[in-house]
């Protein structure tokens, strides 16, 4: 299932009405009881959050990086190009681009061990 259509049916649920024929759910239903509704009401947050977050997502996102593009996002270090404009060349994420930059050995961690702030190697 989709996360518009689980959107769809838990909003009509939590509206009191059945997803399917939109009739209105009986007085008895689970569905319209005061902590059923606070419950679907908060999955259903959680699916618009979600939602809104795969719609932001970068189009080149958990895709395989190609030797090209190592090539190019290095280069493109090299040129001193910030990784924010990296990130947007390649559609990616900033995160993305310091690690993929962290495996080619071209940055390193700082000295804690996290990537950020990122140290040219």
Same mark, same amino acid.
């Given at each position: 299932?989709? #996360?518009? !259509?689980?959107?769809? /049916? #838990?909003?009509?649920?939590a509206d009191g009405v059945n997803p399917e024929t939109r009739e209105v759910l009986q007085a008895d239903s #689970?569905?319209? =009881? ?6 679907? =009401? ?11 977050? !795969? ?13 090209? !593009? ?12 910030? &990784?924010? !404009?990296?990130?947007?060349?390649? =559609? ?5 681009? #310091? /690690? ?15 990537? &950020?702030?990122?140290? /040219?190697?």
């Amino acid at each position: 299932m989709e #996360i518009q !259509e689980a959107i769809k /049916v #838990i909003r009509a649920l939590a509206d009191g009405v059945n997803p399917e024929t939109r009739e209105v759910l009986q007085a008895d239903s #689970i569905c319209r =009881n005061p902590q059923a509704v606070m419950a679907l =009401n908060r999955a259903l947050a959680a699916l618009v959050t979600q939602q809104e977050r !795969e719609l932001k997502k970068p189009a080149s996102a958990g895709q395989y990086w190609s030797r090209a !593009e190592d090539k190019q996002i290095c280069e493109e270090l090299r040129k001193g190009m910030d &990784f924010e !404009e990296i990130a947007k060349t390649h =559609n990616r994420t900033v995160p993305s681009i #310091i /690690v993929r930059l962290v495996k080619l050995g071209k940055i390193a961690p700082n000295k804690s061990g996290s990537l &950020f702030p990122p140290q /040219v190697a």
